[in-house]
Each structure stands twice: as structure tokens, then as C-alpha cells.
């Protein structure tokens, strides 16, 4: 019972702050509410809370009772959405596909159906010795990838 109206909370929250979007939504059997959001621009203490609010305030602790936690999607945890690509575009991203290729690299792209990735090898010289430095791009469906994440670098 409680799940549909937290949706419809949610949704109607959505509708009303379009830069936002839902990353995961579950309700333990003890009632505890877990919502993760992120955003275009990233997300801010003020969304979550405004998160929260919109939920909390609508729902009657007397009727049911639960706990509710609105948070940011980390920065190491995966990406999910493709919104969440859009993102990051320009930044470095850790692949993992479903056949069990593995690709790190800069996002270049993304779209709704796939994004592209780009790195640098050093592969030898086609004549002569030494190497040369070779600029790789794949293009990879969303649909294919198991695992993204993106790469923290200091």
C-alpha cells in the first residue's frame, strides 16, 4: 500500500524539479523508505531534503508508520541512468560489459541508446622499432554495459 503513494509522491516531485531524477527506490518490510536521487548538475543538501518533504509531509505516520532516508547517488557507485551519462560526459569511466570486456576510457558521447568511449594505447610501430601512441574509440550500447563508474582521480 505504502509503495504506490510513495511513487505517485515522488513522480509528482519529478514533475516539479525536471533536473532531478529517481536512481532507486525501495521500501523495506519495516517500512524503511530508501530514495536515491541525482541530478543534471549534481544534487545539493537542499534537494534531498526537498525530496524528503515531498514525500513525509504527505504521508500519515498514524496510519502507517516508517522511515524515510533521501540521498545522492555516490560518487563511486554505478551509473544507472542514462541521464547519468549525459553527466559525466568528458570524464574517465570504468566499463565492464556483459560479454566480460573491460574498457577505461574518456566518455565522448552518450545518448539514450549508447555512449562512446575514447583512450590511448602505445601499440608498435607498423615499420621500424619503438612504439606510437594510438587514439582507440568503441562505441557501446547501454543495454550492454553491466557496470560503469566513474573514475576519481586526485
Known amino acids: 500500500m505504502l509503495k504506490p503513494t510513495v511513487e505517485k509522491l515522488l513522480e509528482n516531485f519529478f514533475d516539479q524539479n525536471p533536473q532531478l531524477f529517481l536512481i532507486d527506490m525501495s521500501i523495506s518490510e519495516d517500512n524503511k523508505i530508501m530514495v536515491v536521487i541525482d541530478g543534471d548538475q549534481g544534487v545539493t543538501v537542499e534537494d534531498c531534503v526537498n525530496a524528503s ?23 563511486t557507485a ?8 549525459a553527466k559525466n560526459i568528458g570524464r574517465e569511466l570504468a566499463i565492464k560489459t556483459n560479454e566480460g570486456g573491460q574498457f577505461e ?18 601499440e608498435p610501430k607498423p615499420v621500424g622499432k619503438g ?4 587514439k582507440k574509440e568503441a562505441v557501446i550500447g547501454l543495454q550492454d554495459i553491466k557496470e560503469a563508474k566513474v573514475m576519481i582521480k586526485f
Do not use: C, M
Open 105 to 122: 576510457g574518456k566518455l565522448a558521447e552518450a545518448n539514450d541508446e549508447n555512449i562512446t568511449i575514447q583512450w590511448k594505447v602505445r
Open 131 to 134: 612504439k606510437v601512441t594510438v
Open 78 to 85: 554505478p551509473l544507472v541512468n542514462p541521464r547519468q551519462y
Open 53 to 75: 518533504r515531498a514525500v513525509e509531509h504527505n504521508l500519515d505516520r498514524e496510519e502507517e508508520d516508517f522511515s524515510l532516508e533521501v540521498s545522492s547517488a555516490g560518487a
